[in-house]
């Protein structure tokens, strides 16, 4: 079994992403850095829409703190290369899948939708952090981007057990796998660039 199938993935990122990204390694460390720092506010967000859900906020809680310091680590080493943040770029893989989304009528729908749109950037940031440990010849970055796919898997997972403890299981299983398909078509039509995490 592949190291995508394992995480629902159906579609591998095209093996050349990595080699581009080792070529515009300041402008994927910014795109990183951003990509930490949405993930915080949109836990954030999570927590302030259904507060009533406890397991929710206490789960996602910590993962804010987590996702910021992690925003923190990639700013430390950006500086420690001499490296500069850049601009926040649009990220046409979420905003691909934002379109997707149910947003409005079943409220539980709305709920299930968020919750798995961010299963699915989890998994696929993991699968990126996995070539980034693998693909890259800086021993030290190799190690740095381990860490965070071990990170990552773990929110990909927390995900998904929370649609599960909401929502019937059978239900997750079936949305699930739509948006596997749905995920899966975004990226075969996108451009691969080394300048994006996504």
Known sequence: MSKVSILGLHLPSDPRWVNLAAISLEE????????EQKAATSCISLI???PHRDRLVQELAPIVTEEWGHFRQ?????????FQLGKQRKDLYVNELMLHQNKGGDPDTVFLD??????????RSCERFRLLS????????????RKFMISEAGHYRLFIDLANEYLPEE???????EWLNIEA??????????DRMH
């Open 48 to 50: 302030q829409r259904y």
């Open 134 to 145: 693998e693909g890259l010849e800086d021993e030290y970055l190799r190690e740095f981007y």
């Open 74 to 82: 990639v700013l430390a080493e950006m500086r420690k290369r001499g």
């Open 171 to 177: 239900r997750v299983k079936t949305r699930w796998q």
């Open 185 to 194: 078509d975004i990226m075969d039509k996108m451009e691969v660039r080394g």
């Open 114 to 123: 968020r919750l798995l749109t961010f299963a699915l950037i989890e998994a």
């Open 28 to 35: 994927v460390l910014t795109d990183h850095a951003f990509c």
